[in-house]
């Protein structure tokens, strides 16, 4: 793959991450909100809204498989403003919504505009190999920022016009990702890396290993307890005297407090390689976080509370798939984290109904306990686990299926943990340590001709 130049890499990673940031932005802002201004909804009860928060996770997570894989196919840009232009549908159906049916058909559109797995198939794309973290990483600070900023933009936009306001904001920031896809994004080069999307066959494969289930449940735990405590917390702000327009003053230095309070922790589970205690550790914070809302009585209570959960969950959202790309099989990243996202929006479902449903049959301590069991049992099952060892993935162009001996070379190279090589690709995956791998010794291997080592021709 020719080297792609600095500028592109950088027009791509911003443009990217604002389309990201965008997106996610209008899906998040009505978490704060839906539970209090839903119930003016006919045939609106804490179950229906529950669900209406959470069924958009539903119809991504049957998407986004397939439409990565489609986007190898047709191309990442028309899938990418297909979603977008569904997404967008699917918010003016959620505008126009009296009932709370009408709500939940426009949030299931919504979460039908499965875009995320081709726009980071589109960062692969897009970026040379030792830039492509780096990248990964800022656009994942900017999905952490606009989750933020929807927090704090939700009950504000709510004040105003209540979720028609907040769906119609949504809709016109989808079509202004549109707008970023045509006109910033540069057109990517066509070339299969599997890294960056899921193969069908390769997702079978990776749905039996085991290794990767401990993470494919937390981050279903992660994010089924991120919906279900939108559904408990707001109506509870409200019963304390805190008004709704007022969430955000609540919701703002939190989420700062707790973006500042976790680097710290991500520098040491990565430059110090304690990613497993950081996440037990961050297991814990949840846990705690659970146990004492159950007790709260005071905005000062909920506030602290609330900083110590988000803690625990930006510490996890960022731990979790760097340790997945740290243990996946070479050549199988995408593919297994194909199943890991599907299993965070199915816990973003599962969160929304079930939270709902403890909501109104049990109480909202019944919310809290509950996943704070869930919590338990998945850290019991992390602390069971290995810790991963610091590895990353290596993608090189072939031009000739690899000889056995060429292979063996390869996987004697200081730092080489595993190869996989894929001659329809022409292309070997190799599983390493960056700290030791000298990537000239690879291509001096592989630039050897067949002659030299016996291969088959």
């Known amino acids: 793959m020719t080297a792609i130049p600095d500028s592109v890499q950088q027009r791509a990673v911003a443009s990217l991450a604002a389309l990201y940031a965008l997106r ?30 959470g069924v958009y996770g539903l119809t991504q997570a049957v998407l986004q498989i397939p439409a990565g894989a489609l986007s190898d196919k047709i191309g990442r840009k028309p899938v990418i403003i297909g979603g977008l232009l569904i997404f967008a549908l699917g918010s003016l159906i959620a505008a126009q919504a009296d009932s709370v049916y009408g709500l939940i058909i426009g949030r299931a559109m919504q979460g039908g505009g499965a875009i995320a797995s081709a726009i980071m198939a589109l960062v692969t794309d897009l970026t040379n190999e030792n830039s492509r973290m780096k990248a990964m990483a800022f656009i994942g600070a900017s999905i952490g920022m606009s989750f ?10 709510a004040a105003f016009g209540g979720l028609h306001l907040i769906f119609m904001t949504t809709g016109v920031l989808a079509l202004g990702g549109v707008l970023v896809t045509l006109l910033l994004i540069p057109s990517p080069p066509k070339v299969r890396h599997r890294d960056s999307v899921a193969v ?42 805190f008004a709704a327009e007022d969430h955000s003053h609540l919701y703002l230095p939190v989420m700062v407090v707790a973006f500042v309070l976790m680097v710290p922790f991500i520098i040491i589970a990565e430059k110090r390689r304690q990613m497993k205690n950081i996440v037990l550790l961050a297991a ?12 709260a009585t005071t905005v000062w209570h909920w506030g602290g509370l609330l900083l110590l959960y988000f803690v625990g969950f930006n510490l996890m959202e ?10 996946a099989p070479a050549g ?30 049990y109480g909202v301590n019944s919310v809290f306990a509950i996943f704070a069991a869930a919590v338990l049992l998945w850290g019991i099952l992390m602390f069971l686990s290995a810790a991963p060892r610091h590895l990353t993935s290596v993608r090189l162009a072939i031009q000739a299926p690899l000889s056995e001996h060429q292979q063996q070379q390869l996987l004697a190279l200081a730092g080489v943990v595993e190869l996989a090589e894929l001659p329809d690709e022409q292309a070997i995956y190799l599983k390493i340590s960056a700290s ?14 067949g002659d030299t080592h016996g291969s088959q021709r």
């Open 318 to 327: 960022a731990s979790l798939p760097s340790w997945l790309a740290k243990v």
């Open 436 to 449: 030791d791998f000298d990537r000239s010794l690879a291509d001096a291997i592989i630039e050897t001709t």
């Open 332 to 361: 199988s990243k995408g593919s297994a984290m194909g199943i890991y996202s599907s299993m965070q929006f199915l816990g973003a479902f599962a969160g929304g109904s079930i939270g709902g449903w403890l909501m109104a049959n």
């Open 200 to 241: 069908l066959g390769e997702v079978k494969r990776q749905l039996s290993n085991t290794t990767l289930w401990p993470l494919n449940l937390g981050v279903f735990v992660l994010h089924a307890l991120m919906v279900a405590i939108f559904v408990a917390i707001p109506l509870q702000l409200t019963k304390i005297g």
């Open 24 to 53: 996610m932005l209008g899906l998040f802002m009505v978490l704060p909100v839906m539970m209090i201004d839903g119930l003016t909804l006919e045939d609106a009860t804490p179950e229906l809204l529950g669900l209406a928060m």
């Open 148 to 157: 933020s900023v929807a927090l704090v933009l939700g009950p504000w936009l």
């Open 284 to 295: 814990g914070f949840i846990l705690v976080a659970l146990l004492l809302m159950t007790q």
